[in-house]
């Protein structure tokens, strides 16, 4: 707990990065010097786990008085493309975050090479000819010891030989391997002689074409780059806390004792419920049309978060209230839409919109006449000022809002003669109803009192309930589509079942022939409404002047937890 005067804002405590990261200033640890990355494989877009990342990298260089790259882990062009690259600076951008340097894991191509080379004459690194299968099975187990390649021994000149062979193009693609010296009884499984280099030929290089024919595994690439780059925090998440003995061990052939080396340290990874942060299963959505691209407002991407109205605030402060730990654990998805809630409580201005639209017909009010009221933008935002909402005689509101036969405990518009007031209008009074041909209600009709005005001393006058409409001469057609939580159940991983299964039937539904005001004409895409009763909508990047689109972006409230319950 932190103490302070009253007067004083009370001071975070310290996540246990920012703490070492403060014990290696005082140590003079890299003579005080901070420098991060931020290294993406450019093979899809960013999710909200990335986001985890990006805001410790870029966060430690900024409090720090440090730097933060960003550098492109482009080591597998069968994966790659400059699609995702774009994508990903510009998400970053989105964020709120700014690059020192822009670098890639292609710029060190030659060094790493050459580091390669250096590993061979040293005896450190052989190359091998046996199948990727063959290798794997030789591994071994973590209790039992693993089998020597039949090539480790070969002569140093014939792996030095054929590894330049390989970067010709002389052999297929997993004919040959380049695979460290290290121990195949080691019991650290990553230091039974793993792979550090593979071929291949047959997928240019998005910004080296095909010069070269070889790549470089992650391992070896990740912790060499960081060096080439001057990195002194390597921070990643912690299934790569395993991989830091080698991550050490590659350093430590090349650079000498107490000369500068980057260290790596790890965080837990962010899960959430109701959702997937693997890439692979995230490709697998995609690719087999489970969801509608990378951008669909159901994915945990950010492209798909900002399309379904998330806004890079409410993202980084939904990242810094969960904190960094050594921890793994789940986030319940409910305080992801708790952070947007608050953000947008005071931003968004509060608007009408009808799902269901049903005529109510003011009897008493003058036909062909149509008077402007005025309401609040956003009465929790006293700068967000006013609008005009023009109202006559004919209105839509909710069908919901309207029962015929209605309990005691329903205080909408009723024939019982129970009073409501329009929202920011005059109290009105059911007086009868018109069906059609199926029973199906069509026409509400009611007489309103003119001195009940809102803003008016009238308009003080209290009653049970108020309800929201637009007018039928001004308002506006919309198509509006109810984004819900990808999966059904909180794990989808973790279940037995099959991965289709587990998809929420009700994730999307898509309403046509919906209602919202005339302020709406002109709302330019991704801005952020709330309708009133009913959650916070964004406009979607599809949507036009002829044809307006709203996502749902959070319920009011978290419908989720009576689900469950």
């Not at 003579?31 to 990298?57: M, S, W, Y």
Request: net charge negative; with cysteine; charged share 30%.
């Amino acid at each position: 707990m932190t103490i302070t005067n009253e007067n004083e804002t009370p001071k975070k405590n310290l996540n246990f990065i920012e703490q070492m990261v403060e014990n290696d200033l005082k140590e003079g640890l890299n003579g005080g010097r901070i420098q991060t990355r931020f290294p993406p494989e450019p093979n899809g877009h960013l999710h909200i786990g990335h986001v985890k990342a990006i805001c410790i990298d870029f966060g430690i260089a900024e409090k720090y008085n440090g730097i933060c790259n960003l550098r492109f882990d482009d080591t597998n062009p069968v994966k790659e493309d400059v699609e995702y690259v774009d994508s990903i600076k510009s998400d970053i951008q989105w964020l709120g975050f700014h690059w020192e340097n822009l670098y890639y894991a292609s710029d060190y191509f030659q060094q790493l090479y050459d580091l390669a080379i250096f590993f061979i004459k040293e005896g450190k690194a052989y190359v091998d000819e046996q199948s990727a299968e063959t290798i794997a099975q030789q591994k071994g187990t973590p209790t039992t010891p693993g089998t020597e390649s039949p090539f480790r021994n070969r002569p140093i000149s014939e792996s030095l030989d054929l590894f330049e062979r390989m970067n010709k193009g002389d052999f297929a693609d997993g004919s040959m391997v380049l695979r460290a010296k290290i121990d195949m009884a080691h019991s650290n499984m990553h230091f039974r002689d793993p792979i550090i280099y593979r071929i291949i030929t047959t997928h240019p290089h998005h910004r080296t074409g095909t010069k070269w024919k070889v790549y470089p595994m992650y391992d070896f690439a990740h912790g060499q780059s960081d060096y080439f780059e001057g990195v002194t925090h390597s921070l990643c998440t912690l299934e790569f806390e395993v991989h830091r003995p080698l991550y050490d061990w590659f350093i430590d052939q090349f650079v000498e004792e107490g000369a500068y080396r980057p260290k790596q340290r790890e965080f837990n990874r962010l899960n959430i419920t109701y959702t997937v942060m693997s890439k692979r299963k995230l490709l697998q959505l995609v690719e087999e049309g489970l969801v509608n691209g990378w951008d669909d407002p159901r994915m945990p991407t950010v492209c798909g978060l900002r399309r379904r109205g998330y806004t890079a605030t409410s993202i980084r402060n939904f990242i810094d209230s969960i904190g960094y730990t050594k921890v793994e654990g789940m986030i319940d998805v409910s305080l992801l839409e708790h952070a947007i809630r608050e953000d947008l409580k005071p931003k968004a201005d509060r608007v009408c919109a009808i799902f269901d639209p049903i005529k109510l017909i003011i009897t008493n009010y003058p036909e062909n006449a149509t008077e402007i009221l005025i309401t609040e933008n956003n009465p929790e935002n006293e700068k967000s000022g006013t609008r005009e909402m023009p109202f006559g005689r004919e209105l839509y509101i909710e069908r919901s809002d309207f029962m015929e036969d209605a309990p005691k405990n329903f205080f909408r518009l009723t024939p019982n003669g129970r009073e409501v007031r329009l929202k920011s209008a005059y109290i009105v009074q059911c007086t009868g109803f018109k069906k059609d041909a199926d029973g199906n209600v069509t026409e509400v009709y009611c007489t309103y009192d003119p001195t009940t005005k809102s803003g008016t001393e009238g308009g003080n006058k209290k009653v049970k309930s108020t309800i929201n409409w637009v007018n039928i001469h001004s308002c506006i057609d919309a198509e509006v589509r109810l984004y819900d939580r990808l999966f059904s159940v909180e794990d989808p991983l973790a279940s037995e079942k099959d991965f289709h299964e587990l998809i929420n039937p009700e994730s999307l539904k898509i309403l046509q022939g919906c209602k919202v005001e005339a302020s709406l004409k002109d709302a330019k895409p991704l801005s952020n409404f709330q309708f009133l009763k009913i959650g916070y909508f964004t406009v979607d990047e599809e949507s036009t002047k002829d044809h307006l689109i709203f996502n749902r972006t959070v319920s009011l409230k978290d419908t989720w937890a009576k689900k469950t319950e």
